[in-house]
């Protein structure tokens, strides 16, 4: 999905919610490709803003050798780039810079939050790229290897066995990424509930299933029921 805006007046806002966005592939033969599920652009003065909620996304991927931001990219050429993410899934993912993440550090107008997201087991490399960038992590949330910058929140984790499931149909309209009994994002996301971007309480995960059903929410689109 590329997203752009333009000029004073350009607004794009999106929000993906109990989504999965999977086996999706950017290339491209004369230029730098980029953002293997979402590319975000916005131009001198304009505003983009995605939400991204109670969603997967998984095995998305960029050309080599060069490719970047296998999940997502978001850069400015001088306007706003907002991105909230909340109870998601971002794993498997692959890119040869950024295998989840990459934001352009000569864009200081981007701003990517998340709480009780997992940022997981995404190609070989790192899950958000460059040094010089930075995301907010609002807690709870679950990483793997990260080279941009990161004030640890409350809850976070840092992890190497998942104990995930590869994606499938296990209940509900998107197929989803199952949180296995022995998982670490078991029952590790916020006690006081996980929330939407606008802080309205998620009470039920991607397939549909009732959050909370066995104590605390789980990090992630899914929850596991015993």
Request: hydrophobic residues 40%.
């Amino acid at each position: 999905v590329h997203m752009g805006a333009q000029g004073a007046a350009g607004v794009a806002v999106a929000r993906f919610d109990r989504c999965t966005l999977d086996d999706n592939q950017a290339s491209a033969e004369d230029a730098l490709a980029e953002g293997g599920a979402l590319s975000l652009l916005a131009s001198e003065e304009a505003r983009v803003d995605v939400q991204v909620v109670n969603s997967t996304l998984y095995d998305n991927a960029v050309g080599f050798p060069d490719g970047r931001g296998g999940a997502l990219v978001a850069r400015s050429a001088g306007g706003e780039v907002s991105v909230h993410v909340r109870s998601s899934t971002l794993v498997r993912n692959d890119a040869s810079l950024a295998e989840a993440i990459w934001l352009d550090p000569e864009s200081p107008s981007i701003l990517v939050d998340l709480t009780n997201t997992a940022v997981l087991d995404n190609g070989y490399g790192t899950d958000c790229d460059p040094s010089g960038t930075g995301i907010v992590s609002l807690g709870y949330n679950a990483f793997d290897d990260l080279e941009c910058a990161l004030s640890p929140a409350v809850g976070d984790l840092f992890l190497e066995d998942v104990a995930l499931e590869w994606l499938s149909d296990n209940g509900g309209p998107t197929p989803t990424c199952a949180v296995l009994v022995d998982s670490p994002l078991r029952n590790a996301g916020d006690p006081q509930g996980c929330t939407s971007a606008d802080s309205s309480p998620l009470t039920v995960d991607q397939r549909g299933e009732v959050r909370h059903a066995d104590g605390p929410c789980d990090i992630g689109a899914f929850e596991y029921t015993p």
